[in-house]
Nanobody, 126 residues
């Protein structure tokens, strides 16, 4: 069982930046693709980004492309989502998820991921 923990969520103003972290402490994360999802109450969870297990591929939804950057540090068993130019529409609970040997080709499909974190709240005020 891979336990993932997100951190870094906060309240920021429009135009601000945040970096979310996704970490695991018991096993190595290096064999897993890491996807980032977000969910607003009353809406379905949506995939926003993904980095493949070997960091060779990264994917972004159109809503965040050019503003968000996904990265990973396998030595720290961590992945990150740098979010810039935030708007109120980015307000959501953000989740990370892990896909064993994943290449992110279907990064929006929740069923591709084996493990999920509990989420971290990001609130962007206008």
């Amino acid at each position: 069982q891979l336990l993932l923990a997100e951190s870094g969520g906060d309240l920021v103003h429009t135009g601000g930046s945040l970096t979310l972290s996704c970490a695991t402490s018991q096993y190595t994360l290096e064999y897993y693709a890491v996807g980032w999802f977000r969910q607003v109450p009353g809406k379905e969870r949506e995939g926003v980004s993904c980095i493949s297990h070997d960091a060779q591929s990264t994917y972004y939804s159109e809503d965040v492309k050019g503003r968000f950057t996904v990265s990973r540090d396998n030595a720290r068993n961590s992945a990150y989502l740098q979010m810039n130019s935030l708007t109120p529409e980015d307000t959501a609970v953000y989740y990370c998820a892990a896909d064993l040997f994943g290449d992110c080709s279907k990064f929006r499909a929740e069923e591709e991921y084996n493990y999920w974190g509990q989420g971290t709240q990001v609130t962007v005020s206008s």
